[in-house]
């Protein structure tokens, strides 16, 4: 059986990931050697090459090369013990001069800060690293503050089954600091083009501040910028269980959808393919610059962008291989990612959704005569083909399963393109007349209203969501394998094809 170079490059790729997320369930102290890893793959390519004309020592030492590749890889992520990082010194207190690196996150009753170490007097030496830190509300900290700390630095821990410690490893923070004593050295000590990024986000959070009332305003924030900052925690309650908790995020898995769903709507008012391709991508790129460019965000964007591109294309799997190849980058960059980020988990399994599920489903809902209605049929099969491979994830990491996502899926996320647009042009209405911004926003409030209607209409619905219990690996791994075989046998027999 001869395979084409796109099949054989898919395959190569789905081998590093698979052996990525192997990886990741090894204990650390096997990696401590990473030039073993690196013979071994030194090892495999000499033989690739020496070997080249036998098929079968090729074959066998190319999937080898890979899975060495991968496991080094992952290895070099994990940090290493020395006298120069700060995680060396956890369960000590220590003086340390640190920046803040990342936006505050604003709590309820405290603010948590994420620092890079440059310097502790109390050691005399240069540290390396980075730490979180939570402190009280005020006095408040931005981007950019260095700050001379006195605290005790701790591991982070699991807690309430939830594993924290490998949560924060992702952004590479491996000490923690609670409440310590701060006090601001110096301003202005980060990125320049980050900190006017932040500062102009925070001039439009006071602007949605002045346009709309609570809880609107928190809503707008954290639907437009991603986050749940400011939300009351009934809300963010009901919002979960009725499975729109991922409008609230800045991830592929919701960017796709709403990239889907612009264009589909784009197309049903009128305008062509390519003006409507072209005006989604346009659109997408103002919004990931808007909400600051995190990595997280422009992930989120080049997932959306290989959406629209396979839409525009007018066949979602001719992108398989650019997903998988976008998948393979970002896990070189940070391979703890596939096993420890669940936006990055919810964002591939969506969009794996809106390229195997999404055509199947499209065809089913025509042929038992579901009316179009500009689009509305076309979101309907989006939003339930990424719930169909979303879920079990969102059972696994969140404990509960929302029986009615699909519907208020369908009665909500249509309208959160529209939302965000208005609300954009409302800023920017608001930044030339700010003493009119509560006429500008009243489109955006009588949106939000009704969102919060539906969302506090439907949580109130009887088994409207199920607890789960301990949900394992090897359920996951069922669930997934069924789908696969059941999209398979659809197209092979052609069913809804």
């Known amino acids: 059986m001869s395979f084409s170079k796109a099949k054989i490059f898919l395959i190569c790729c789905l081998i590093f990931i698979l052996n990525i997320f192997l990886a990741s369930f090894f204990p650390p102290r096997l990696f401590d050697n990473n030039i073993f890893y690196f013979s071994l793959l030194l090892l495999c390519s000499i033989s690739v090459i020496l070997f080249w004309q036998s098929k079968i020592i090729k074959l066998v030492s190319s999937i080898l090369l890979i899975i060495f590749f991968a496991f080094w890889r992952y290895g070099l992520s994990i940090p290493k013990d020395s006298i120069d990082k700060i995680s060396h010194y956890n369960n000590n207190s220590l003086d340390l001069i640190a920046t803040i690196v990342n936006e ?16 502790s007097p109390s050691l005399k030496r240069v540290i390396n690293g980075k730490i979180l830190i939570t402190t009280n509300l005020y006095p408040s900290y931005g ?14 821990e699991k807690f309430d089954e939830f594993a924290y410690d490998r949560y924060l490893a992702r952004y590479n923070i491996y000490s923690v600091c609670y409440y310590p004593r701060v006090k601001i050295v110096n301003r202005n000590q980060g990125n320049w083009l980050y900190e006017k990024l932040f500062v102009f986000k925070g001039r439009l959070f006071q602007l949605i501040d002045y346009g709309l009332n609570e809880p609107e305003a928190s809503l707008a924030r954290s639907i ?3 986050g749940q900052r400011g939300l009351d925690e009934i809300i963010r309650k009901q919002f979960a269980q009725v499975g729109l908790t991922h409008i609230m995020a800045v991830s592929g898995f919701n960017v796709s959808i709403l990239a889907s769903v612009v264009l589909i709507l784009l197309l049903g008012i009128g305008f062509s393919r390519n003006q409507s391709f072209y005006l989604s991508i346009i659109i997408l790129l103002n919004y990931i610059i808007l909400v600051g460019a995190p990595a997280s965000a422009t992930r989120a964007g080049l997932m959306g962008f290989l ?30 990612l596939l096993r420890d980020d669940i936006g990055f988990q919810l964002s591939f399994l969506a969009l794996a959704g809106l390229i195997y599920v999404s055509p199947i489903l499209e065809n089913f809902l025509a042929r038992i005569k579901i ?27 969140f404990s509960q399963i929302s029986l009615i996502a699909p519907i208020a899926n369908l009665l909500v996320v249509w309208l959160i393109p529209l939302l965000t647009i208005v609300i954009l042009l409302a800023l920017s209405a608001s930044f030339i007349l700010p003493g009119l911004a509560n006429l500008f926003f009243v489109p955006a409030m009588l949106g939000f209203k009704y969102i919060l209607f539906i969302v506090q209409l439907m949580a109130k619905m009887p088994h409207s969501y199920l607890e789960t219990t301990y949900v394992s690996w090897i359920g996951l791994g069922i669930y997934y394998l069924a789908i696969i075989i059941l999209i398979i046998y659809f197209k092979i027999n052609k069913i809804y094809v």
Do not use: M
């Open 104 to 119: 505050p996150d604003i709590r309820e009753n405290s603010q948590k800060l994420e620092a890079e170490i440059n310097y």
């Open 307 to 336: 959406v629209l591109l396979g839409i525009h294309l007018g066949r979602l799997s001719k992108i398989t291989n650019g997903l998988v190849l976008t998948a393979v980058i970002l896990l070189l960059i940070n391979p703890k």
């Open 371 to 397: 009316p179009e209605l500009k689009g509305l049929r076309n979101c309907l099969a989006i939003t339930l083909s990424a719930q169909i491979f979303t879920w079990p994830i969102s059972a696994y990491n």
């Open 224 to 226: 437009v910028f991603g």
């Open 143 to 156: 981007y950019g503050d260095q700050l001379a700390i006195t605290c005790k630095l701790v591991a982070p």
